[in-house]
């Protein structure tokens, strides 16, 4: 049902497509590239497209749409993966305090008000200096700065479901705390779980890219696409199209991953759904009022 609503939106249903070929190829990478991407040609150095190398060779001659097929891993699978753990810590977190509350939440909640009481980039950034670049101690740091935003989130859906007639109903019954979380509590939060999820990741996805870009990512001669964008930044202007490949790329999939991520929000918000159903209804009833009428 909420596929169906999404893909009724051309424009949720583009980004889906957009986004799912994504993930698709970056996993079949090395049926799809046409070349390996760390393969060096000093003969090819800048070369032009060809049939062989459709968007031409880098400054090493290493093929740049191997490079931005194998870009997808790092920018997005491995960013992904860094997301759903973040998504499970802060989940579980936001749940705790929202359905136990008293101690445990005040604990948990001043642990989420010291990890946002700080600048994302500026944690990022700290995180990274202490661990060393990298594309594992970016992830870490996602990870350990995500989880916050998530639990504070969650916990304020939890909050009135905690206090909701059939879960007072079910401890009454002698229900477990972990069926009644599992069972009545869960299944409520999840919309909204994968709401804020999706959102994130377009800035993660933006994130890893920058701070890559900055030399702090992934280290050369692996592919990403903010590295690529470094080090074409030199011939910008006599070869811009090294620049604008990755660049294309980076723009395209953030914009699908917010486009849907727009679509996810009105397809699970109720007070959309019941909107759209009563247009629906009215403009049904207009249509056989105007049948009836000729």
């Known amino acids: 049902m909420l596929l169906k609503r999404i893909w009724n939106d051309r424009l949720a249903a583009l980004s889906l497509t957009i986004v799912g070929a994504m993930l698709l190829i970056g996993i079949c990478a090395p049926l799809i590239a046409p070349h390996p991407p760390n393969e060096v040609n000093m003969e090819l150095r800048y070369a032009g497209a060809s049939w062989q190398y459709w968007l031409g060779n880098d400054h090493l001659g290493r093929c740049v749409l191997s490079r931005l097929i194998y870009g997808i891993r790092p920018s997005v699978l491995w960013v992904l993966a860094a997301l759903i753990a973040s998504v499970f810590v802060g989940t579980a977190v936001g749940i705790a305090a929202g359905y136990w509350r008293g101690r445990v939440d005040a604990v948990l909640m001043r642990l989420c008000d010291i990890m946002l009481s700080f600048p994302g980039y ?3 950034l700290a995180v990274v200096g202490m661990l060393g670049p990298g594309l594992t101690n970016i992830l870490i740091a996602f990870v350990c700065l995500k989880w916050a935003w998530f639990a504070r989130v969650i916990r304020t859906v939890i909050l009135p479901i905690a206090e909701a007639d059939y879960v007072k109903f079910a401890k009454v019954l002698g229900a477990s705390q972990l069926w009644i979380i599992v069972r009545h509590v869960l299944p409520i939060a999840l919309p909204e779980v994968a709401v804020i999820a999706s959102s994130a990741f377009g800035s993660m996805i933006l994130q890893i890219s920058g701070l890559s870009f900055l030399g702090l990512g992934i280290q050369a001669p692996h592919a990403e696409w903010g590295m690529m964008m470094n080090e074409a930044r030199t011939v910008m202007f006599t070869r811009p199209e090294l620049m604008l490949a990755p660049g294309i790329v ?16 009105k397809a699970l918000d109720p007070k959309l759904m019941v909107i759209r159903s009563t247009n629906g209804m009215k403009h049904r009833y207009q249509r056989k009022e105007a049948a009836l009428q000729q």
């Not at 980076?250 to 996810?264: A, G, T």
Request: glycine share 0%.
């Open 122 to 124: 500026v944690m990022t």
């Open 250 to 265: 980076i723009m395209v999939v953030v914009s699908s991953v917010n486009f849907l991520s727009d679509s996810l929000q």
